[in-house]
């Protein structure tokens, strides 16, 4: 029982150092926002809403690669009726309209800033060929 002074002690640095990141991110007041992008010149929408393309994304090219390669389906439909080529070339086009880098031209505007944002390495372009610049 000698020891129960240190060892209240001891759970008290404990608790103080395990929960830091929490209590001095309240104290420093600092919002941490998500990364700013620029919409593409000419286009007031993206296939799907901006919520949607925030977290669906990725599940999005998923089923898109299924598509493609399992099933030949080229061209995707959107909720809003327009048609895409299930492309990451912005210079495939279904018959209606073009693809994710016929408008996200710079993949560093676009791409990277948000997986750099969350630190993902997606494996696209082990793949394909990464855009350059503007296409």
Same mark, same amino acid.
């Given at each position: 029982?000698? @020891?129960?002074?240190?060892?209240?002690?001891?759970?008290?640095? !404990?608790?103080?150092?395990? /929960? !830091?990141?929490?209590?001095?991110?309240?104290?420093? +007041? +600092?919002?941490?926002? &998500?990364?700013?992008?620029?919409?593409?010149?000419?286009?007031?929408?993206?296939?799907? @809403?901006?919520? /949607?393309?925030?977290?669906? #994304?990725?599940?999005?090219?998923? *089923?898109?690669? *299924?598509?493609?390669?399992?099933?030949?389906?080229?061209?995707?439909? &959107?909720? @809003? +009726?327009?048609? !895409?080529?299930? &492309?990451?070339?912005?210079?495939?086009?279904?018959?209606?309209?073009?693809?994710?880098?016929?408008? #996200?031209?710079?993949? +560093?505007? !676009?791409? *990277?800033?948000? #997986? *750099?944002?969350?630190?993902?390495?997606?494996?696209?372009?082990?793949?394909?060929?990464?855009?350059?610049?503007?296409?």
């Amino acid at each position: 029982m000698r @020891d129960k002074g240190r060892i209240v002690l001891g759970l008290l640095v !404990f608790l103080v150092l395990a /929960t !830091f990141p929490i209590w001095y991110n309240l104290g420093s +007041g +600092g919002e941490v926002r &998500s990364p700013e992008l620029q919409r593409p010149e000419g286009e007031s929408r993206c296939i799907e @809403d901006v919520a /949607t393309m925030r977290t669906e #994304h990725m599940q999005l090219l998923m *089923d898109w690669r *299924d598509d493609v390669i399992r099933r030949s389906e080229r061209v995707y439909t &959107s909720t @809003d +009726g327009r048609r !895409f080529a299930k &492309s990451l070339s912005g210079l495939t086009r279904a018959r209606d309209g073009g693809s994710c880098m016929s408008c #996200h031209r710079n993949k +560093g505007e !676009f791409c *990277d800033k948000c #997986h *750099d944002y969350v630190a993902a390495t997606p494996y696209c372009w082990d793949c394909h060929v990464e855009p350059r610049g503007d296409l």
